[in-house]
């Protein structure tokens, strides 16, 4: 198996914080959006993502997420994922079921397709049957990552500023 799946919790925390740095100091989005959070103060952060997964405290019109990291063999912190229970409009169009990411020094090395595959079953013991995974169109990396977890291409998605969201549906 290239990695597995953790909750986030303290036990982790030296790892994350590598992980978080290292993606802080490429000066790229954070991806999924969730790794954007400050995790100044890691206990109120792991509390904060606990509280998502049970629907409570959300802000107006989100739904209930969770979030799992991705470490390798040697525990380290790979990648993360978020995963939505449901879908609003805007997550239907652009945002999808499933964000992950891997961190910018481990890619191309075959952790994204396993991080995917993990989160699908993930998604499913959620009660996700048929999950939404998203990426942009110029993310010809994570096009073949969710194709070759059984993507089946659905319609484009045209955000305002032209940009084309390619959408997938993956069966659980």
């Known amino acids: ?12 925390k030296n790892a994350y914080m590598d992980f978080y740095e290292e993606w802080l100091q490429t000066g790229e ?7 954007g959070k400050d995790p100044t103060h890691f206990e109120e952060m792991i509390r904060s993502l606990e509280k998502s997964a049970e629907g409570l405290e959300l802000p107006k019109g989100w739904v209930p997420d ?7 063999e040697e525990e380290r912190m ?16 652009a945002g999808g079921h499933i ?6 020094s481990e890619r191309r090395k ?8 993990q989160s699908l079953q993930k998604a499913k013991d959620l009660g996700v049957p048929e999950a939404l995974v998203v990426c942009d169109r110029s993310n010809i990396g994570s096009m073949k990552t969710i194709i070759h977890n059984g993507g ?3 319609n484009d998605f045209i955000e305002e500023d032209g940009n084309v969201v390619k959408r997938f549906w993956i069966s659980t």
């Open 1 to 12: 198996m290239k990695g597995r799946l953790v909750s986030p919790s303290l036990q982790w």
């Open 29 to 35: 989005a954070m991806v999924p959006w969730v790794i």
């Open 66 to 72: 969770s979030t799992f990291w991705f470490l390798n």
């Open 78 to 93: 790979v990648g993360a994922v978020n995963i939505r229970h449901d879908l609003t409009e805007l997550l239907y169009n």
């Open 99 to 104: 964000g992950y990411g891997v961190r910018p």
């Open 110 to 117: 075959g952790y994204a397709t396993a991080l995917l595959e």
């Open 152 to 154: 089946r291409e659905d």
